[in-house]
């Protein structure tokens, strides 16, 4: 079973800044298969990134994706009080379907 | 627009059973395979189970050690999970999730969530 381990555990930054999330997988996630979600408090899960880079739906362009093999990262570029929200990475591609721990956004 | 819908969940005695639904509309379900991910208070997600857009292929997380059953019908738009022998453990928001699968049988990445159900499993 791939383990992906996600940091920051708590990111704190300020209003238009930048936020790097990163995803480490315990071994090889194959095609890209890794996707982001976002949650926010009291919310279900949304979908924001698959593929490793691709946005879903009507997800604005401050949010992209990056990476391959074992390490990937979320970036929100230009940070917004609505992006105050725990970050999940997710592979995908086999079962079981596993997720990192999250991160954690905060908003100075 | 797609919605999920989760109902069922409450409070329930440990060893007690809980059937969870969940109705689906804004797409053809038949066509979808549909999952169960769980969250325990204050805790990250959890994947519980999947089944294929015709039932034919189920899976579970290790973790439930045959507890769970998982099953959908397709003419009404509906998925459900059976939970037996439930356990303090098992306390969580259950959410309907429907997966892209390029397969039919593995799901992929997950595009639509419900709001979730609460299960609180205690004496």
């Known amino acids: 079973e791939i383990v992906l381990t996600q940091s920051p555990g708590t990111l704190s930054l300020s209003p238009g800044d930048t936020a790097t999330l990163s995803c480490r997988a315990s071994?090889?996630?194959?095609?890209?298969?890794l996707a982001w979600y976002q949650q926010k408090p009291g919310q279900a899960p949304r979908l924001l990134i698959y593929g490793a880079s691709t946005r879903a739906t009507g997800i604005p362009g401050r949010f992209s994706g990056s990476g391959s093999g074992t390490d990937f990262t979320l970036t929100i570029s230009g940070l917004e009080p609505e992006d105050v929200a725990v970050y999940y990475c997710q592979k995908y591609g086999s079962l079981p379907l596993t997720f990192g721990g999250g991160s954690r956004v905060d908003i100075k | 627009e797609v919605q999920l819908v989760e109902s069922g969940g409450g409070l329930v005695k440990p060893g007690g059973s809980l059937r969870l639904s969940c109705a689906a509309s804004?797409?053809?379900?038949?066509?979808?395979?549909m999952n169960w991910v769980r969250q325990a208070p204050g805790k990250g997600l959890e994947w519980v189970s999947s089944?294929?857009?015709?039932?034919?292929?189920?899976s579970y997380a290790d973790s439930l050690e045959g507890r769970f059953t998982t099953s959908r019908d397709n003419a009404n738009s509906s998925l459900f999970l059976l939970m037996n022998g439930l356990r303090a453990d098992d306390t969580a928001v259950y959410y309907c999730v429907r997966a892209i699968s390029f397969d039919g049988l593995t799901p992929y990445y997950l595009d639509h969530w419900g709001h979730g159900t609460l299960v609180t499993v205690s004496s």
């Open positions: 804004g797409f053809t379900f038949s066509t979808y395979n």
């Open positions: 071994q090889t996630v194959s095609g890209h298969y």
């Open positions: 089944i294929s857009s015709s039932s034919g292929y189920r």
